[in-house]
T-cell receptor, first 106, second 115 residues
Framework: DVKVTQSSRYLVKRTGEKVFLECVQD?????MFWYRQDPGLGLRLIYF???????EKGDIPEGYSVSREKKERFSLILESASTNQTSMYLC?????FGSGTRLTVV | QKEVEQNSGPLSVPEGAIASLNCTYS??????FFWYRQYSGKSPELIMS????GDKEDGRFTAQLNKASQYVSLLIRDSQPSDSATYLC???????????????FGAGTQVVVTP
């Protein structure tokens, strides 16, 4: 089975902190992605990556950046965390999602 | 703005009955369509994909696609309590239909199967 691993299940960060969310796949899949999921808003695409060092903004990229230096790893960076970035963050490749990181910004 | 619409539910279904879920989409260039199941507190899990008009069956699940009418549906036959979850419709928004994972999601339909 394809596995996508997100480094943290729960995170609590302070406003203004720089936050790194890590995602690792165990398959040689070109595509990886980051979504956030909020009640009433559903899943929204933050960033998409076609391959190493290639990225494309999704619907809500503001306040986020990404890094993909190796094929298996796709990182989401919150440059300066804000309370409105409190959410469930879901990473994946192709069709498969990781287990998610629930981030709370206080 | 590309949109994917689903009834939020909850859709209450007696055990053993057929659950019917609908999804409409606005982007005519969409080429591939997916249904995900999401249990409370868990991440979405792919259960069906469909690319051509018509029906596609996989076990108790049948996906139906009508590109002319821009809708895709999911039928769950012989519904079980374990089918109680939120079902998300996802539309691949890449013009070539080949960027797997680049989706527009509906808000999801909650299904409750009652014994």
């Amino acid at each position: 089975d394809v596995k996508v691993t997100q480094s943290s299940r729960y995170l609590v960060k302070r406003t203004g902190e720089k936050v790194f969310l890590e995602c690792v796949q165990d398959m040689d899949h070109e595509n990886m992605f980051w979504y956030r999921q909020d009640p009433g808003l559903g899943l929204r695409l933050i960033y998409f990556s076609y391959d190493v060092k290639m990225k494309e903004k999704g619907d809500i990229p503001e306040g986020y950046s990404v890094s993909r230096e190796k094929k298996e790893r796709f990182s989401l960076i919150l440059e300066s965390a804000s309370t409105n970035q409190t959410s469930m963050y879901l990473c994946g490749n192709g069709y498969t999602f990781g287990s998610g990181t629930r981030l709370t910004v206080v | 703005q590309k949109e994917v619409e689903q009834n939020s539910g909850p859709l209450s279904v007696p055990e053993g009955a057929i659950a019917s879920l609908n999804c409409t989409y606005s982007d005519r260039v969409s080429q591939s369509f997916f249904w995900y199941r999401q249990y409370s507190g868990k991440s979405p899990e792919l259960i069906m994909s469909i690319y051509s008009n018509g029906d596609k069956e996989d076990g108790r699940f049948t996906a139906q696609l009508n590109k002319a009418s821009q809708y895709v549906s999911l039928l769950i036959r012989d519904s079980q309590p374990s089918d109680s979850a939120t079902y998300l419709c996802a539309v691949n928004i890449s013009p070539l239909g080949d960027s797997w994972g680049k989706f527009q999601f509906g808000a999801g339909t909650q299904v409750v199967v009652t014994p």
